[in-house]
């Protein structure tokens, strides 16, 4: 019963972490008209960190142990650092469609270095899960994608953005085998607002000229889809393991096509629908357990009695 509640639990929380996921894409469209790839990072990051930092004060987690820190610092410097930079920097070079075609193989980056560095094992509900979403990624992706869209450029910082991303969630697996996720969040935001620092200047500057909208998505970026959602993330990931948990992200850009649907009137084609079905449809066979087959009951014949007629 107790583990039951535990997946529910976990299941619960990556939920939570891919709707704000989903959410910082439309909030990054207004930020980032506004404000530079760095700037961006930085002020969304002190934003989570603040948010962190005060949650973590009230519940006094204290320091994580030392065994996490190697984790904790790669992560944030990877994750949180130099991936949100390299994202906000390549989604300025190319279309929508384009960045998601190619970030969308950070899930798969996950379940190879899972298997390599962690153990993970690699079912083959999980793999033709990913392969479906993969899949229903691609159609999203040229769906959305401009013609010409496309810059050398932009493909390699998402490329990099990729690999950021996988490296930084392999990372920090180990780390929650000894620290909370609170405290695996919360300082590797902090890690990850320290490498942002060189953009401080660019944040002050630009700051001061932009609206008051693109401003609060920034902030916005920085408690829900960074503080909180890095935390349900990190809660969900301790529980169960690194490939399983990348392939849940696959249900974000079907999220982000149905909110750009509701908040901002853009109203998806029948490619753009039909692979945002298939990334959820991949999602649920990821997730998916094998049914155990019960063992039929062995019947033991009942003895006979003894015939008369038998011998003595």
Known sequence: MNHRRTELLAAGAATVTVVLWASAFVSIRS????????????GRLLSGALALGVI????????????????????????FGFYMVVLNWGEQQVDAGTAALVVNIGPILIALLGARLLGDAMPPR????????????????????????????GVILCLLAAIAYAGGVVAQKPALGSATPLQVTTFGCFTGAVVCLPFAGQLVSEATDAPASATLNMVYLGVFPT??????????????????????????PALVVLMSWLALGEVPGLLTLAGGT???????????????????????????????????
């Open 31 to 42: 930020a980032g008209a506004a404000y530079s790839p760095g700037a961006l990072a930085l």
């Open 56 to 79: 973590c004060l009230i519940r006094r987690e204290g320091l994580p142990p030392r065994s996490a820190w190697r984790g904790i610092a790669v992560s944030g410097v990877l994750w």
């Open 126 to 153: 999980l793999l033709a899960g990913m392969a479906v979403s993969f899949a229903g990624a691609v159609t999203v992706g040229l769906s959305m994608s401009d013609d010409g869209g496309a810059s050398v450029l």
């Open 227 to 252: 503080a909180l959602a890095f935390t349900t993330w990190a809660y969900a990931l301790a529980r169960t393991t690194a490939s399983r948990m990348g392939a849940t992200t696959y249900a974000v």
């Open 278 to 312: 298939l990334c959820l449809a991949g999602v649920a066979v990821s997730r998916s357990r094998a049914r155990r087959t019960v063992p039929a009951p062995v019947t033991v014949p009942e003895p006979q009695p003894e015939s008369a007629s038998d011998p003595a």
